[in-house]
C-alpha cells in the first residue's frame, strides 16, 4: 500500500469499490462523500460521462501506439490544448505518467537546457524544505519532507540544496490565503547563491502552495522575489503544479493566479481528471529552441517513456480539459474559494485546533499532536470520518487536508463540514 500503514489497514481495510460524481461506494454498499476530490486529482467529480465515453471510444480506436520516432493525433491535440491554456511563452510540452515522472523530467530538461546553453557546470539544483516533489530519485532530493528522505538519505542525489520552508505557526497561524508575513525567507535563494555561486545552480523547483506537506500558501510577495533572484542569476524557475494546475486555484495554472511566471511547468492529476494518470511538463519557447541544435536527425532530448503520450490517456485529458471550458469549471472553482474558506475557519476555535489555513480550493486544519503519539489524532479521524461520518477526508499526521470538487455543491460541503466537527468533537 502506497503511503499507508499497511499492518494497520490490513486490520480496518478501507476499499471503494464504485465512484460516481461526488461520491464513493465501498463493498458493503456504504455512499461516501469524497471531501478530497481523489487525491487531488478528480476536480469534476467520479465517472464523468464525457471523460468516460471518451476513454471507450479512444481504447476501441487506438489502444496504443509506438511513442519513439512515431505518435498518435490524440497526443499532439491534447499538447495543443494545455498550451493554449499555458501562461504567455509557454510553447511546448512532454509528456509522463505521473507527477513524480514529471518531476524528475523537468529536473532533467534543466541540467541539458544549461549544458545546451554551453554552461555544464550549472548542475546544482535547489528545492525548499516541506516541499513534495514526488518519490523519484530527483523529486525526493529537492523535496524537502523528512519522513521520506529519512529511510533512503544515503542514495540521495548530490549536489542538492534547500531553502527554507515558509510556514512558521508563530507567525501565520490562522491565515486566510496568503500570509503577510515571510517575504524574507526568499532571501534564502541569495544566500545559496552566495554560498555556491549563481553560476552553478540550473534551478530552483517549488510548489506554488505547498500541498502534501499541509497545504503551505505562499507568502505574499514571497514568489515574485524568487523570479527576481533567479533572473538575476540565470537560474531557470520551475513551478511543480501538479496540484495547483488545472482549477484548484481557480485558474488554469498557479501561475496565473499568483501572476508569476516560472520557466518550467509540471503537472499530473488534473490533467485528465485522475481517470488515467498522466502529466505534462511544460516549458517556455526559449527552454524548447536550446535543445534544437545539431544534427536535424539527431535526438534532441535522450529522455522518454514508453507511455508518454498514451493515447488513451491523452484522449480523457482532451475530454478532461473540454469539459472545464464547457462547464466553466476554473469559475465555478473560484466562486466556492470564499465559502469553503468560511466553512474552515469554523473550526478556528475548536480545542484540538492549532491552525486553520487555505488557499483556492486548498485547505488544512492541523490538530494538536496527542502527547507522545504524533499523527494517531489524524489517522483516528480519517478512520472515524470514513466509518461513523461517510466522509472521506486525508490526513497527513495531524493535519486534516481538504481538496473539495471544483464543482461542488456549497450545501454538500456545509454538510460536510458538519460531519467532521461530529467526528473532532468525538474524539480524544
Ligand atoms: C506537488 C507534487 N509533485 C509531485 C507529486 C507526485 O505525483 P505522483 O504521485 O503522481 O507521482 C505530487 C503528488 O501529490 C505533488 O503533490
Known amino acids: 500500500m502506497p503511503f499507508t500503514a499497511n499492518r494497520d489497514f490490513k486490520k480496518h481495510p478501507r476499499i471503494m469499490s464504485g465512484a460516481s460524481g461526488h461520491h464513493y461506494t465501498t463493498e458493503d454498499g456504504r455512499r461516501l462523500y469524497d471531501l478530497f476530490s481523489g487525491l487531488w486529482t478528480s476536480g469534476l467529480g467520479h465517472c464523468h460521462p464525457k471523460i468516460v465515453e471518451a476513454v471507450q471510444k479512444q481504447v476501441a480506436t487506438l489502444d496504443y501506439s509506438i511513442g519513439f520516432q512515431a505518435s498518435n493525433n490524440r497526443a499532439f491535440e491534447l499538447a495543443e490544448r494545455v498550451i493554449d491554456m499555458a501562461p504567455e511563452g509557454f510553447t511546448q510540452c512532454f509528456f509522463t505518467n505521473s507527477g513524480s515522472e514529471s518531476v524528475d523530467?523537468?529536473?532533467?530538461?534543466?541540467?541539458?537546457?544549461?549544458?545546451?546553453?554551453?554552461?555544464?557546470?550549472r548542475t546544482r539544483l535547489i528545492g525548499r524544505e516541506r516541499g513534495y516533489h514526488g518519490v523519484n530519485f530527483g523529486g525526493m532530493s529537492v523535496g524537502g519532507m523528512a519522513p521520506n528522505r529519512k529511510a533512503f538519505s544515503a542514495n540521495l542525489i548530490p549536489g542538492v540544496d534547500h531553502i527554507r520552508t515558509t510556514f512558521d505557526l508563530e507567525n501565520t497561524a490562522f491565515s486566510k490565503?496568503?500570509?503577510?508575513?515571510?517575504?524574507?525567507?526568499?532571501?534564502?535563494?541569495?544566500?545559496?547563491?552566495?554560498?555556491?555561486?549563481?553560476?552553478?545552480?540550473?534551478?530552483?523547483?517549488?510548489?506554488?502552495?505547498?500541498?502534501?506537506?499541509?497545504?503551505?500558501?505562499?507568502?505574499?510577495?514571497?514568489?515574485?522575489?524568487?523570479?527576481?533572484?533567479?533572473?538575476?542569476?540565470?537560474?531557470?524557475?520551475?513551478?511543480?503544479?501538479?496540484?495547483?494546475?488545472?482549477?484548484?486555484?481557480?485558474?488554469?495554472?498557479?501561475?496565473?493566479?499568483?501572476?508569476?511566471?516560472?520557466?518550467?511547468?509540471?503537472?499530473?492529476?488534473?490533467l485528465t481528471n485522475g481517470v488515467i494518470p498522466m502529466?505534462?511538463?511544460?516549458?517556455?519557447?526559449?527552454?524548447?529552441?536550446?535543445?534544437?541544435?545539431?544534427?536535424?536527425?539527431?535526438?534532441?532530448?535522450?529522455?522518454?517513456?514508453?507511455?508518454?503520450?498514451?493515447?488513451?490517456?491523452?484522449?480523457?485529458?482532451?475530454a478532461t480539459l473540454e469539459v472545464y471550458e464547457e462547464e466553466g469549471t476554473f469559475d465555478q472553482a473560484k466562486s466556492l474559494a470564499k465559502p469553503f474558506e468560511d466553512l474552515l475557519h469554523g473550526f478556528a476555535q475548536h480545542d484540538k485546533v492549532v491552525d486553520v489555513r487555505n488557499i483556492g480550493l486548498m485547505g488544512?486544519?492541523?490538530?494538536?499532536?496527542?502527547?507522545?503519539?504524533?499523527?494517531?489524532?489524524?489517522?483516528?479521524?480519517?478512520?472515524?470520518?470514513?466509518?461513523?461520518?461517510?466522509?472521506?477526508?486525508?490526513?497527513?499526521?495531524?493535519?486534516?487536508?481538504?481538496?473539495?470538487?471544483?464543482?461542488?455543491?456549497?450545501?454538500?460541503?456545509?454538510?460536510?463540514?458538519?460531519?467532521?466537527?461530529?467526528?473532532l468533537d468525538s474524539i480524544e
Not at 105 to 121: F, P, Q, S, V, W
Not at 200 to 212: D, K, Q, R, T, Y
Not at 389 to 411: C, H, K, Y
Request: proline share 6%; hydrophobic share 40%.
Open 105 to 121: 523530467t523537468a529536473l532533467k530538461i534543466a541540467l541539458g537546457y544549461h549544458r545546451a546553453h554551453g554552461e555544464g557546470n
Open 177 to 270: 490565503g496568503q500570509p503577510g508575513w515571510g517575504v524574507h525567507l526568499a532571501e534564502d535563494l541569495e544566500k545559496l547563491c552566495a554560498l555556491h555561486d549563481g553560476s552553478n545552480i540550473a534551478a530552483v523547483i517549488v510548489e506554488p502552495v505547498a500541498g502534501s506537506t499541509g497545504i503551505l500558501p505562499p507568502p505574499k510577495g514571497y514568489l515574485e522575489r524568487l523570479r527576481e533572484i533567479c533572473d538575476t542569476h540565470g537560474i531557470l524557475l520551475i513551478f511543480d503544479e501538479v496540484i495547483t494546475a488545472f482549477g484548484r486555484l481557480g485558474e488554469p495554472f498557479g501561475a496565473k493566479y499568483f501572476d508569476v511566471t516560472p520557466d518550467i511547468i509540471t503537472t499530473a492529476k488534473g
Open 279 to 318: 502529466g505534462a511538463v511544460l516549458v517556455r519557447e526559449s527552454v524548447f529552441d536550446a535543445f534544437m541544435q545539431g544534427p536535424e536527425t539527431m535526438i534532441e532530448l535522450f529522455h522518454g517513456y514508453t507511455y508518454s503520450g498514451h493515447p488513451v490517456a491523452a484522449a480523457a485529458g482532451v
Open 364 to 423: 488544512a486544519i492541523e490538530l494538536a499532536p496527542r502527547p507522545g503519539a504524533p499523527g494517531a489524532r489524524g489517522l483516528e479521524m480519517h478512520k472515524k470520518c470514513f466509518w461513523e461520518e461517510d466522509l472521506v477526508i486525508r490526513n497527513g499526521m495531524d493535519i486534516l487536508q481538504f481538496s473539495p470538487f471544483l464543482n461542488a455543491d456549497v450545501t454538500d460541503l456545509e454538510d460536510a463540514f458538519q460531519r467532521l466537527r461530529r467526528a
